[in-house]
């Protein structure tokens, strides 16, 4: 089976200020993807990163994120958090296996983003 | 493009009632998702769907819970005799097997008192 660990359950950050989200996995399988999906409040999650290439950095909407699999991580990383970047953040490994193709989620960690 | 469409959006029941969602996949996706998500707790997967083959349904508690996708389109996810823990958001997502992303639903929020 795999896991994926997110350690802090609230970031809280000033505005203008850079943010890291931490995120690692343990995982047998070998065909594997990563994930960030972001939910802000009564809505669907949506995907924000996704990457399966080793060191390669991943980017969008200001967000950025490097798979390591020599260290088993994918921390989501933000150079200048906004106010509107608060909301629940979650990690998750896609088995693609065989075909595979299901999602196994942190816990999540709240950004908050404070002026 | 519409997205993925889940009812009812919340419902409350007493302990023993049973209960149904509903989940309408974007159009095409061939995969179908349904999570549980917990108060404070990341989703996890209940089961899922290629087409209308379970392809894993090892998380699903099976004495109380069912879930059908007869056509390969819709699917519904059946609580029997509800309990407090199941208490929960219930969401469904959707995806093109070829690609690995998942669209999800905006959730079916249940409370069992």
């Known amino acids: 089976g795999d896991s994926v660990t997110q350690t802090e359950g609230l970031v809280t950050v000033t505005e203008g200020l850079p943010v890291k989200l931490n995120c690692t996995y343990q995982?047998?399988?070998?065909?594997?993807?990563f994930f960030w999906y972001v939910q802000y409040l009564n809505e669907a999650p949506q995907v924000l990163l996704k990457?399966?290439?080793?060191?390669k950095r991943t980017e969008h909407q200001g967000f950025h994120a490097t798979l390591h699999k020599s260290s088993s991580s994918f921390h989501l990383q933000k150079s200048s958090a906004q106010l509107s970047d608060s909301a629940l953040y979650y990690c998750a490994l896609s088995d693609l296996t065989g075909g595979n193709n299901k999602l196994t989620f942190g816990q999540g960690t709240v950004l908050s983003v404070i002026p | 493009e519409a997205g993925v469409t889940q009812s009812p959006r919340y419902a409350v029941l007493q302990e023993g009632q049973a209960v149904s969602f509903w989940c309408d996949p974007i159009s095409g996706h061939d995969t179908l998702y349904w999570y549980q998500q917990p108060r404070d707790q990341g989703p996890q997967l209940l089961v899922y769907f290629r087409d209308e083959a379970v392809i894993d349904n090892s998380q699903l508690p099976s004495d109380r819970f069912s879930a059908v996708r007869p056509k390969g389109t819709n699917s519904t996810l059946k609580i029997q005799s509800a309990k407090q823990g199941d208490t929960a958001t219930y969401l469904c997502?959707?995806?093109?097997?070829?690609?690995?992303?998942?669209?999800f639903g905006e959730g079916s929020r249940l409370i069992v008192v």
């Open positions: 990457s399966s290439t080793d060191n």
């Open positions: 997502a959707s995806s093109l097997n070829s690609g690995n992303t998942l669209y």
């Open positions: 995982t047998t399988y070998l065909t594997i993807a």
